[in-house]
């Protein structure tokens, strides 16, 4: 199993480009996360789903969309990047469990390292 | 709602010294909780969990945690420390079940000296 793999590792934008960042997992979890990763901040959440064909927003959405069209699949896209997106993101994924001896357990993807100019 | 404080943004250690990492955390109900470890340019990676089974929770690498509701505390600790555990370490903090009510704290970068 390669777990959650993440794409691209690392990205170099202009402001105001627009890209994709693609998270997969091979773990058949129904919930997937996006995180970004800023010093001194730890993980603050962006979006996530709960299921294919469903998102909703985390703490810190604007300015980035999201869609789960496949369940193992998961991507963020900033449609006009700016200065203030320059992070490390993480994507996560975990089981859905209401009872048992892993609830809420995330996995994690190894990042992307994205910079906007 | 929920929240976690961890406490010192950096830890340094002695090879062999006791490490012990702080945390807590509040929670409207009996939480779970959890410490995750981050490697140089790796993913976050579970290191142990709390989930109401045994108050003293045992991990990988040797670490080990202990929830103290009186305290609202669950910090870890490593009897001796090893050039390896060099890493950041993150509690965090869940409600309920979904991943997304997960709160993670900071983030305390531990150092280990030859």
């Known amino acids: 199993n390669a777990g959650v793999t993440q794409t691209p590792k690392f990205r170099v934008l202009k402001t105001g480009q627009s890209m994709t960042l693609l998270c997969a997992q091979d773990?058949?979890?129904?919930?997937m996360y996006w995180y970004r990763q800023d010093p001194g901040m730890g993980l603050r959440l962006i979006h996530y789903s709960v299921g294919e064909g469903t998102t909703a927003k985390g703490e810190v959405p604007d300015g980035y969309n999201v869609s789960r069209l496949k369940k193992q699949n998961f991507l963020l896209g900033l449609e006009s990047a700016a200065p203030s997106q320059t992070s490390v993101y993480f994507c996560?994924?975990?089981?859905?469990?209401?009872?048992?001896?892993?609830?809420?357990?995330?996995?994690f993807g190894p990042g992307t390292r994205l910079t906007v100019l | 709602a929920q929240s976690v404080t961890q406490l010192g943004s950096h830890v340094s250690v002695s090879e062999g010294a006791l490490v012990l990492l702080r945390c807590n955390y509040s929670s409207s109900v009996p939480p779970y909780l959890f410490w995750y470890v981050q490697y140089p340019n790796q993913g976050l990676q579970l290191l142990l969990k709390?989930?109401?089974?045994?108050?003293l929770v045992k991990g990988i690498n040797g670490f080990e945690a202990e929830f103290k509701k009186s305290e609202t505390s669950f910090h870890l600790t490593k009897p001796s420390a090893h050039m390896s555990d060099a890493a950041e370490y993150f509690c965090a903090v869940s409600e309920g079940t979904g991943g997304f009510k997960t709160i993670f704290g900071a983030g305390t970068r531990l150092f280990v000296k030859a």
């Open positions: 709390y989930t109401s089974a045994a108050t």
């Open positions: 996560a994924s975990s089981y859905v469990q209401f009872s048992g001896t892993d609830p809420n357990t995330q996995y």
């Open positions: 773990m058949n979890h129904e919930y």
